[in-house]
């Protein structure tokens, strides 16, 4: 198994048009509270973090993503927004800035 050429498997879509730019995550392997997006300098980080113990102590397991995207010059970090659907489908997205239509 070589893990460098495994595909990306929380990413389902990175779409962008004129009017926006939209990412689609499938994040149903974690919880809404193991999720987390935040926004600094221009750059939409997306991260989950995931653990189970077993109630003796013996096992555990730990699963942790993190993906950046930057969001485009005409999108304004204020503007994002984010929606966990009931499937466990995270989806963001950057609204651009609407240009006067001269």
């Known amino acids: 198994l070589d893990i460098f050429k495994t595909k990306d498997s929380e990413v389902i879509r990175v779409k962008e048009d004129e009017g926006k730019m ?17 926004i600094d300098n221009g750059v939409v980080t997306v991260t989950g973090k995931h ?13 942790v993503f993190s993906r950046k995207y930057t969001l485009p010059a005409d999108a304004k970090a204020e503007d994002v927004v984010s929606n966990l ?7 963001i997205t950057a609204p651009k800035k609407n240009l006067a239509i001269k």
């Open 51 to 63: 653990e189970e113990k077993a109630e003796d102590g013996s096992k555990m397991v730990s699963r």
């Open 22 to 38: 939209e990412v689609s995550l499938d994040t149903s392997q974690y919880r809404p509270d193991e999720l987390n997006v935040s």
């Open 85 to 91: 659907s009931s499937d466990g489908v995270l989806v």
